[in-house]
């Protein structure tokens, strides 16, 4: 995934946040929203490759032109780069890696905006943090997982929300006709009842394949079989049909 910065026209009011207006700290780092936030350098090289490499550099003018201020070999007279986040989210990741804050935000879809964050600058800690997190999460929110997993090309995290997908009522097949011979179940497939605003949210290549093992599951007869849609075989199928996808980190179950 390509990592980018984009370069944001500041408001006209930017307000230092208290908790981050340390004088002695040498580089600002500016939200999306206006809001600065003041932080030592070495925080973010310690937990990110791309700033450690950003802020190291001797040539901070040519390898930083798009999102340094007007002195990019000023480090120390606090340097502001301009981020793609809101400000509460730029609050919670200085929080989980400079305090080390064990709380976890409460929003899966904040959770999956600060994933992609860490995906695109290498804060290789906190990706991991994040991905492990989400595998948890996956029981309670299997399709807003899964479309994370298509996002950051995780294989596994996708595997193992489409392995929970009963638990979502609207994806779950709807059985319309008990077999009286014991052979076949009727059912609504998931494939009908996806909704746009569940289609949306996910990558192409992610939801085409999910649709293709879904396929291949029913064509089997398997799912027909039972009264219960397995849905881990579903997931057994995914990446057959994934394109270029990863397999992920080994933490992933």
Known sequence: MERTTTVYNPPPSQSLVPEYSNPTADVKLVSEDGKKFKVHS???????SFFRDMLSST???????????????????????HLELSAPDLSVLLRLIIEGDQRHPVDIVQWGRLALFAHKFGCDPLYHRVIRDLNEKASANPWEVFCLASHLDEVKLA????????????????????PRDGSHYQYVSPLHKITR?????????YYWAWTKAIAEYEENGVGGRFNQYHWFQVAELLPKYLVGGRSGPSIIA
């Not at 040539?59 to 780069?81: A, F, K």
């Not at 605003?197 to 290549?205: E, G, P």
């Open 59 to 81: 040539q901070l003018g040519t390898l930083c032109e798009d999102y340094l201020d007007n002195h990019p070999s000023q480090v120390s007279r606090c340097s502001e780069i």
């Open 197 to 205: 605003a569940y289609f949306d949210k996910c990558s192409r290549n």
């Open 159 to 178: 595997q193992r929300a489409v392995g929970v997908m009963h638990q979502d009522r609207t994806l779950h097949p709807t059985v319309i006709a008990a």
């Open 42 to 48: 070495y925080y973010l090289k310690a937990h990110s």
